[in-house]
């Protein structure tokens, strides 16, 4: 079993900053792709961020130039620098991670059980 267990969020004014890390732990080959999901009240779950292992890198419009992953490969753990947060960027924030568990099994599809990030004035 893999587990994805996220940190960092709360409370924040607008303009301010936090930092989500999600940290993969379990029966863990090697992680292929890494990322940050957001479900806003009465919104479909939209990806934030992406980074996959190649180096790729992906954000959602909405959060370009404010929010950056990065990730350690070695510690399997990703992280979103969110600056410049706007009321719209409150959530539940996801992690998502995409996991081989040995050698010759497919990748498998996980999730973090989120964290709530809110912008108030």
């Known amino acids: 079993q893999v587990h994805l267990v996220e940190s960092g969020g709360g409370l924040v004014q607008p303009g301010g900053s936090l930092r989500l890390s999600c940290v993969a732990s379990?029966?863990?080959?090697?992680?292929?792709?890494m990322g940050w999901y957001r479900q806003a009240p009465g919104k479909q779950r939209e990806m934030v961020a992406r980074?996959?292992?190649?180096?790729?890198?992906t954000y959602a419009d909405s959060v370009k130039d404010r929010f950056t992953i990065s990730r350690d490969n070695a510690k399997n753990t990703v992280y979103l620098q969110m600056n410049s947060i706007k009321p719209d960027d409150t959530a539940v924030y996801y992690c998502?991670?995409?996991?081989?568990?040995?050698?010759?099994?497919?990748?498998?599809?996980?999730w973090g059980q989120g964290i709530q990030v809110t912008a108030f004035s």
């Open positions: 998502n991670a995409e996991v081989f568990v040995s050698p010759i099994d497919p990748v498998q599809n996980y």
């Open positions: 980074t996959h292992i190649a180096g790729r890198i």
């Open positions: 379990g029966n863990i080959d090697r992680v292929s792709a």
